[in-house]
């Protein structure tokens, strides 16, 4: 009787000692299965600078909304294999002909106050996009945040479109061309808008970084060429404008007697832009 029961309390005692140990075993195995199973279900990051990679070859163009000052924010991105290949940015008046770019006086004012002009913050914003492929990874320009936003918004919208393919002949959109400065100081700036097929607006100016002023509206210059040359800046690029828009072939437009050199700058900015939707 004695030996039956110290063999039950060994049976016993043994059994306890199995559970104890299988649970031990249970609890270490727990935090290791727990650890792998959050390794197999971490979220996947984003891509890093490689959306471009992801898109159709073809031109992305968009406009947005007209804001309470009467612009209206158009984007166009070329893409050529797979990469952000070009970005054009601006904002077009309420009756679809001016560019703030070119709004002398709106651009001058802004500088003053920001240190930035609405032609170089595009700019900025378009080579960011080039560089980083995502409308979300492109930084606020410092003095231009509503345009920073608006772009990024913009780009992001146009990126979602389906793409119209290249070598189209007037793609519609917006396209420009900047040249270096002169010797003299002063930059060409040129851009061109399509709508519907058809030429719909051309601008061109050059601009004095450190005079922070535009040719055409620089009184004082347009007085010293008017005298030494029977035509003003202004004047001229009236003329070039007006003979592109009739013969849309940069290479067909005359030179404006007395403006070779503005003549010369258009000619050569506007081929540039043309080389973008003339195939």
């Known amino acids: 009787m004695q030996f039956k029961k110290t063999m039950l309390l060994c049976l016993t ?8 140990v299988g649970c031990a075993r249970n609890q270490n195995q727990q935090p290791n299965q727990q650890e792998n199973n959050n390794q197999n279900e971490q979220p996947q990051q984003p891509p890093q600078n490689n959306q471009e990679t ?3 070859d073809g031109i992305y163009t968009d ?5 309470e000052r009467g612009w209206t924010p158009i984007i166009t991105i070329i893409v050529r294999d797979g990469k952000m290949d070009n970005v054009f ?3 077009i008046d309420e009756e679809g002909e001016d560019l703030k770019s070119f709004d002398a006086e709106y651009a001058i004012n802004m500088k003053e106050k920001s240190g930035e002009l609405p032609y170089t913050a595009g700019r900025k914003l378009a080579d960011s996009l080039k560089a980083t492929g995502n409308p979300d990874q ?7 945040t509503g345009t920073s936003e608006s772009f990024k918004n913009l780009a992001q919208e146009a990126l979602e479109k389906n793409p119209k393919p290249l070598g189209e002949t007037f793609p519609d959109g917006i396209y420009k061309a900047e040249s270096e400065e002169d ?6 700036l040129a851009a061109i808008v399509i709508n519907e097929g058809k030429v719909s607006t051309i ?3 050059e601009y004095h970084e450190q005079n922070n002023s535009f040719k055409t509206e ?6 010293n060429m008017k005298e030494k040359s029977g035509v003003t800046p202004e004047e001229a690029v009236e003329n070039l404008i007006s003979q592109l828009r009739e013969k849309e072939d940069p290479k067909d437009v005359d030179d404006v007697a007395g403006a070779t050199g503005t003549s010369n700058g258009f000619k050569d900015l506007m081929t540039k832009v043309f080389s973008y939707i003339k195939k």
């Open 203 to 205: 601008e061109y100016d």
């Open 54 to 56: 992801n898109l159709e």
């Open 89 to 91: 940015y601006d904002e």
């Open 13 to 20: 005692l043994l059994l306890t000692f199995s559970l104890m």
């Open 183 to 188: 010797e003299r100081g002063y930059k060409s």
């Open 138 to 144: 492109v930084d606020n320009i410092s003095g231009a």
């Open 63 to 67: 406009k947005g909304e007209q804001d």
């Open 218 to 223: 620089d009184e004082e210059y347009a007085k």
